[in-house]
Nanobody, 123 residues
Framework: VQLQASGGGLVQAGGSLTLSCVDS????????MGWFRQAPGKEREFVAS????????YYADSVKGRFTISRDNAVSTAYLRMNMLKSEDTAVYYC?????????????????WGPGTQVTVSS
């Protein structure tokens, strides 16, 4: 698994962005996927995750109803659609693959951490 997140940028509060995470390896459909973020001076936190088939999704309470995670196994890509963005969503966003039988809500279940993409929401 080799992951590359993209799609970040500068957006006004209330706006939208879609992040993409491309897996250049060969086993994308074998793994759940997750999105995480890290704001300046804060620890990395869970944002959303999705199982291998895409049928089951999980969200942090802070993004429920605003963010949507999805995946397209045919093109080895996971997405994070972010609507109604707030200034507190400003962070570097990372994607990672899930391994093992751990929780879809735990960062410990996910690796490797590819380079992140910066999302900046101006108020």
């Amino acid at each position: 698994v080799q992951l590359q997140a993209s799609g970040g940028g500068l957006v006004q509060a209330g706006g939208s962005l879609t992040l993409s995470c491309v897996d250049s390896g060969r086993t994308f459909s074998d793994n759940g996927m997750g999105w995480f973020r890290q704001a300046p001076g804060k620890e990395r936190e869970f944002v959303a995750s999705i199982n291998r088939s895409g049928k089951n999704t999980y969200y942090a309470d802070s993004v429920k109803g605003r963010f949507t995670i999805s995946r397209d196994n045919a093109v080895s890509t996971a997405y994070l659609r972010m609507n109604m963005l707030k200034s507190e969503d400003t962070a570097v966003y990372y994607c990672a693959a899930k391994y093992g039988f751990g929780s879809y809500l735990s960062m410990d279940s996910f690796h490797p951490w590819g380079p992140g993409t910066q999302v900046t929401v101006s108020s």
